[in-house]
């Protein structure tokens, strides 16, 4: 397994990239906020088998410049950032829909793209593509999941 080490570095186009323990998390961005990065341009989740790791890319517009911000969590739950930047309850929801990642404190952290029952979520390494999920609505006209191809479509 690799061992995350916090601490910064660049990337292949010299953007900074700040590496940060889950527990600093939150800290961090509201510090970088302060100091100007006060664009919250995505939230991306990326599983590395044994961990997920979550970066948050920000922007300057004063200095035009861009930084990404590292985390992993070994049991998919980090901090939500609503609380910094409103956007992100939409980035956190697709996240959690599609890679898995539980972001505690989110208001209203549910599915964005799936239906609720959706078993797994489809970006994890872990997740099954033999079992074919198939959607359909119900009759107040909400979506559901079954894996019954007579069923949905």
Do not use: C
């Amino acid at each position: 397994m690799m061992e995350f080490q916090p601490g910064e570095e660049r990337g292949k186009d010299g953007r900074r990239i700040i590496k940060v323990r889950k527990e600093d998390l939150v800290s961090t961005l509201s510090k970088l906020k302060s100091e100007g990065y006060i664009h919250l341009s995505l939230i991306t989740g990326v599983d590395r088998k044994d961990f997920i790791e979550v970066v948050y890319h920000l922007h300057s517009f004063e200095r035009n410049e861009y930084i990404s911000v590292k985390t992993v969590t070994y049991n998919s739950e980090v901090p939500s950032v609503t609380s910094l930047w409103k956007s992100a309850d939409w980035e956190e929801r697709e996240e959690y829909d599609l890679v898995g990642i539980r972001f505690i404190g989110h208001p209203n952290l549910k599915r964005l793209f799936l239906p609720e029952n959706w078993v797994g979520h489809p970006l994890r390494k872990d997740y099954d593509l033999k079992n074919v999920q198939y959607i359909n609505v119900d009759e107040e006209g909400e979506d559901y999941a079954t894996f019954d191809p007579g069923d949905g479509w």
